[in-house]
């Protein structure tokens, strides 16, 4: 498995949502528990800005794995790296430079 060494801008956003399942008796009444035991997987928006020749790297990094394929990555203020996955990004042209933003998604496998 490759790794992702490219570091992104600053103003990484980390999303959470707990996997849970929810069983309504009425009145208001709920029960709630963990779906599986790793429920709670993380989701980053990362962006990345630089030259042609940097920005057209990482978006064949990804494209080689194609959103199939997991990849480490060690999100920023961590040092243990984990496993990712990309389903998504998008590439902006401007003068000079290229922006692209995406998506890692934590995965297991």
Not at 71 to 80: D, K, M, R, V
Not at 89 to 94: A, C, I, L, R
Request: contains cysteine; proline residues 3%.
């Amino acid at each position: 498995m490759k790794t992702f060494n490219w570091k992104p801008q600053w103003g990484v956003k980390c999303t959470r949502k707990p996997d849970v399942k929810v069983l309504s008796f009425g009145n208001g009444y709920e029960q709630r528990i963990k779906n599986g035991i790793n429920n709670d997987l993380r989701s980053f928006d990362v962006v990345f800005k630089g030259d042609v020749a940097n920005i057209s790297a990482i978006d064949n990094f990804l494209t080689e794995h194609g959103a199939v394929n997991a990849f480490y990555w060690t999100p920023y203020g961590e040092t243990t790296q984990g496993k990712f996955k990309c389903e998504e990004w998008e590439k902006e042209y401007s003068t000079g430079f290229l922006t692209l933003t995406a998506t890692f998604k934590e995965v297991l496998a």
